[in-house]
C-alpha cells in the first residue's frame, strides 16, 4: 500500500511556474492604489498649507497697514476728539478714529494743556463669503481743545 504525501508532481510544477517570485497583477493593483491614496492625501495637504499661508500674509499686511495708519494720525494737524478717516487700499478697507480717553486715571477736571487720546485703526477685507478684520488701538497725548 502506497501512501500519497503533499501534491502530485503535475500540480507542483504548474504553482512553481505561476508565481516564480514575481507579483500578481492584484498585488500591482492594490500596491498602486495605495499609492495614489497617499498621493492625493499629500497633495490634500500642500494645498491646505498653501491656502494658510495666503490667509496669514494677508492678516500681516492688515495688521502692517493699522500699525501704519496709527503712525500717521496726528502727525500732520494734531489730534482732535471725533476725527474720522476712512481709506482704501487695495482689499483692504481702513477706518481711523480718535477720541477722548477717559478711563481711571485720565485726569477728569483738572485743567490740563495735554490729555489722553484713544487712536484706533480698523482694517477689515474679504476672504471669500467671510469678512476678516485687524483692529490696533493705542494712547496718545494731544494738546487739549
Known sequence: MSRWIGLPAASRSTRRRADPDGFTLIEVLVAFAIAAL????????????????????????????????????????PLAEGDVAELVNGPFRIRAAVERYRGSGAGEGTTQYLVLYRVSAAVSWREGRRLRSVSLSTLRLGPQQ
Not at 51 to 76: F, K, M, P, Y
Request: glycine content about 8%; overall charge positive; aromatic content about 0%.
Open 38 to 77: 497617499l498621493l492625493v492625501a499629500l497633495l490634500r495637504i500642500l494645498t491646505l498649507s498653501l491656502g494658510a499661508g495666503e490667509r496669514s500674509e494677508r492678516v500681516t499686511r492688515a495688521t502692517i497697514l493699522a500699525q501704519s495708519t496709527l503712525d500717521a494720525v496726528g502727525v500732520v494737524a
